[in-house]
């Protein structure tokens, strides 16, 4: 379960990978469709993401140094670490303006990472369970702050989200250059066969990050949008 050289051999889409998505799909419905009910519970379910973020960024690390692997590459420094930092700050101190990033950063872009994993080890190997629990609770607790703690995204956040996303990337690629890592995956696309591994090469690979990055900013904004929407109505018709 622990082994490095052990376990290889994840298939995409195999009957164990649509499970897991299944898993997290229904548990996503589970939390909107339960909401009212859930509130007696919004403390249990709180802490539970909160313990589940950082037990996967920590015990992540632990691995690799008892295993004799851990690199500089190994870092916290991809999206997802970040999304993870900002989630955790976010259960400690509302802070509206650090979720719009988190919104931005931490729906999609999980979900397509557990859709097209670069993951070589099968069920129920640690980083298998590990890659896709974190990748599942960042999601889940952008779900949270939405439906248990009245956190909503302006329109005008696509473009500062955006902006801001494009900021913290560049010392990023600097530090790529400089350590020789892949951080953001602004370096190259993934190892294993992703989304990213359509980007192509070169100036076009950057122009399709940067053009991928603001179609799914946008296509994320949609349903907070007209979840705002009605609920406006909602409340227009209620007086």
């Known amino acids: 379960m622990f082994s490095v050289s052990g376990m290889h051999g994840f298939e995409m889409f195999s009957v164990?990978?649509?499970?897991?998505?299944?898993?997290?799909?229904?548990?996503?419905?589970?939390?909107?469709?339960?909401?009212?009910?859930?509130?007696?519970?919004?403390?249990?379910?709180?802490?539970?993401l909160f313990g589940a973020l950082l037990a996967c960024e920590v015990t992540h690390h632990i691995w690799l140094v008892l295993t004799n692997q851990?690199?500089?590459?190994?870092?916290?420094?991809?999206?997802?670490?970040?999304?993870?930092?900002?989630?955790?700050?976010?259960?400690?101190?509302p802070n509206?303006?650090?979720?719009?990033?988190?919104?931005?950063?931490?729906?999609?872009?999980?979900?397509?990472?557990?859709?097209?994993?670069?993951?070589?080890?099968?069920?129920?190997?640690?980083?298998?369970?590990?890659?896709?629990?974190?990748?599942?609770?960042?999601?889940l607790?952008?779900?949270?702050?939405?439906?248990f703690e009245g956190y909503r995204v302006p329109k005008k956040a696509v473009l500062k989200?955006?902006?801001?996303?494009?900021?913290?990337?560049?010392?990023?690629?600097?530090l790529n250059i400089l350590l020789g890592t892949n951080f953001f995956y602004l370096a190259s696309p993934t190892e294993t066969k992703t989304l990213l591994s359509f980007f192509g090469n070169g100036v076009w690979y950057y122009a399709?990050?940067?053009?991928?990055?603001?179609?799914?900013?946008?296509?994320t904004y949609?349903?907070?949008?007209y979840y705002m929407q009605a609920a406006e109505q909602k409340r227009v018709s209620g007086k």
């Open 208 to 219: 399709a990050l940067e053009a991928a990055a603001l179609i799914v900013f946008f296509i």
């Open 70 to 93: 851990w690199d500089v590459a190994d870092l916290p420094l991809q999206l997802c670490s970040l999304s993870t930092f900002i989630a955790l700050y976010l259960f400690l101190k």
């Open 16 to 48: 164990m990978h649509l499970v897991t998505l299944f898993l997290f799909f229904f548990t996503a419905w589970w939390l909107v469709y339960y909401r009212q009910a859930l509130r007696a519970y919004q403390k249990i379910i709180k802490w539970s």
């Open 141 to 147: 607790a952008v779900l949270y702050f939405i439906l």
């Open 222 to 225: 949609l349903p907070m949008h």
């Open 161 to 174: 989200g955006f902006l801001t996303l494009n900021v913290i990337a560049v010392p990023v690629f600097f």
């Open 96 to 139: 509206k303006k650090a979720f719009w990033l988190l919104y931005f950063i931490g729906t999609i872009p999980p979900i397509l990472s557990m859709v097209t994993p670069d993951m070589v080890y099968q069920f129920p190997h640690y980083r298998y369970i590990k890659y896709f629990l974190h990748h599942s609770a960042i999601p």
